[in-house]
């Protein structure tokens, strides 16, 4: 699969389940440890996270990572 549709799928997963727990991206990028606007510009697509920051993300929101990269919604594209 291509990178782009990845990073897409990612930062649209992280945005709806972000909102489904009604946190702000201050909060969530608080809870990660990383900052505002590096979460701004994943969630925005614009970057490809790191393997730790995904781990944290998925922490900070209190779910699985394959929540947020669903292996088998990418095995069907």
Do not use: H, W
């Not at 990845?6 to 945005?15: E, M, S, Y």
């Not at 009604?22 to 969530?28: D, F, K």
């Not at 608080?30 to 993300?57: D, H, M, Q, W």
């Amino acid at each position: 699969m291509e990178r782009e549709k990845i990073v897409k799928l990612f930062a649209d997963n992280l945005r709806a389940e972000r909102a489904r727990k009604y946190y702000t991206q201050e909060y969530l990028a608080e809870c990660a440890g990383i900052s505002t606007e590096y979460l701004a510009r994943i969630e925005g697509g614009k970057f490809s996270p790191s393997l730790v920051v995904i781990v944290n993300l998925a922490l900070a929101l209190g779910v699985a990572i394959d929540k947020l990269i669903p292996l088998d919604e990418l095995n069907k594209k």
